[in-house]
């Protein structure tokens, strides 16, 4: 009998994908898979590709997620060690470390499921980390109290202990994401805000006036200094002249009475100047020329 | 009960038999070769559409991983596709991953933020008496204090196999890590340096802690830009305000202090230059005057040694007439008759008094 080719090569495809369907499996690269036969743990498939197995019935295959998740809680309150009361909230990076022991934990390949059993757990590590620490180790003024990461780490190493050995489930990373204070309690902290504005608000009123006040005086005292010096810049200068006037008056020893006759001569000439009234009779030189033209004749 | 056979039989003898066959063989023939025709034809274009379906191209601003049966095709930087044409195996067997690689990317912190009341207009935060966590997020500062910040990433992928492959959800992850960033720095500050003295030290210190985490984490990606908006809670909003008032007035005194200063200084180095420059004039005009009398009495004191009494005369008589010009009024007394001298009473204060200045002002 002839047999067409067509028909064959569609009957042997359509037979490879069905095996396939049944037999196979792919494991992508962010996926581990776990095979169980007849309900019991089989294998693991840690690296991605394709992977054969029996068909279903005989073995189920569960994918799990290898990457890591993301896992957030709500805040909530929690006391230090100094019975301080700070709301915090924690993030937390985990991934399936031991996907064996997380299928027979959590009896499904859901990371939900898992976060509800993290979640306790979380939470438990959050209340015996912070309650081993003074509230002045998470807010502090001086940095160097602070610790923050060795907070982080002690959650971190704290949940790690038992995440990994009772759900096979590793914690690669844990971080504060909120820290604050209860409803109850922040009013308080605003009346304290509120006073120490005020004070401030005094202090850098006070500052400025204190400095503005300073800088006046300084200006002051500059001032009168710079003045200070120069009176005594000027008084050098005119001590020096007048030393240099009076060995030039030497000169004047030569005829000491035409030296006080021209010094006569100019004191009468600046005392009468324009506002004076002059009084004189007809004996003053002049005007005696009006009596007597002759009176001006030289002798 | 009808005998089949029998009615075939009547069938086959009231028509003719093999005309009908062949006819009917003929269009079955023909149905199955159109019906063929078109299979081969659809099998063409599904082929066709298959073999086209095998090559995809990789976008600017993107990069492509192939997974074969779920493992990255090609090793080291070879799994990495950049922008280009390339071919893949259909689907199951492979399967391409687009990645977002060039753009920037933006993830907000709104941990410590204040939430937005009905009436609020989400500028400013609600003056309430008290916060609630659940909806006002807010950093405690290292003084104590509370305030509102948000922060705002903006970053590049720079591994997308990481990026992509490592985290089930990474912007999330991302999300946290600056969250984690605001509350580390929050506790690393005091309110006034937050708000006013340091913001730009705090936006760093949220930028350098985030950088850190991602890092640590490496989640794959280079931090671009790190925005932060800080404010006071509104129950205190305007006591801050009021120091930042403050806090300007200082500042403004201060600097009018100082322009007095510069201003006094100033004059005062004025006042004093010309003190100092009238000194030298001064000086210097009275030993010219002084060289002027010794040089006018060298040259005069040969006239006067010649006929002191004509030389006293004459000086005189020029200064008198000086003097005479220069007066406002001159009197001239004649001498009595009888030789008596004059009497003169004089009004020694010829000027009228000025009127009272409060007089004047009213």
Known sequence: MKRNPITMITGVALLVIFIFLVFAFQVRFTQVAVVTRFGR???????????FRLPPGVEKVYYFDKRLQNFERKFEQTFTRDKRSPIVAIYVAWRIADPKMFLER????????????LEGLVRGAQNAVIGRHDFSELVSPDPTQVKFDVIERE???????TALSNYG???????????????TLTAKVFDRMRAERERTVKKLIAEGNAEATKIYSQARLESETMFASAQREALKIRGEAEAKELKSYEVFNQEPELAQFFMGLRALELSLTNRSTLILDESTAPLNLLKDPKALKIQ | ?????????????TTSPVPTDDASNQALSEALNSSFLLIKLLGVAMLAALVFSCYFTVNPNEVAVILRFGSPVGTGREVIRTNGLYFRLPSPIDEVVRIKVGELQTVVATN??????????????APMPQLNPAIDGHVITSDGNIMHVKATMKYRVTDPLAYTFRFANITNLIVNALNNSVQWAGVRFKADDLIYKNPAGFRLAIRDRVVSVCDRAGYGIVVDNVDVNQTAPGAVKDAFDQVQSADQEKDKKIKEAQGEYERITREAGGTTNRIIAEARSGAEAL?????????????QLPAYRKNEALFRRLRLTEVTSTILTNSQRKFFLPRRGDGVPRELRLNLNPEPDEPPKSANAR
């Open chain 1, 41 to 51: 743990y089989s294998r693991s498939e840690t690296n991605s590709g394709l992977f």
């Open chain 1, 106 to 117: 959590f009896n499904s390949d859901d990371v939900l499921v898992a976060e509800q059993s």
């Open chain 1, 155 to 161: 959650i971190q190493e704290e949940i790690t202990k």
């Open chain 1, 169 to 183: 489930i590793a914690v690669d990373l844990v971080g504060i994401k909120q820290l604050g204070l209860p409803e």
């Open chain 2, 1 to 13: 009960m009808a005998d089949p056979d029998k009615k075939t039989g009547d069938l086959r003898s």
């Open chain 2, 112 to 125: 410590a933020w204040f939430g937005v009341s009905a009436d609020g207009d989400g500028a400013k935060p």
């Open chain 2, 287 to 299: 030993v010219q005057g002084v060289e002027a009398d010794v040089r006018f009495f060298q040259d």
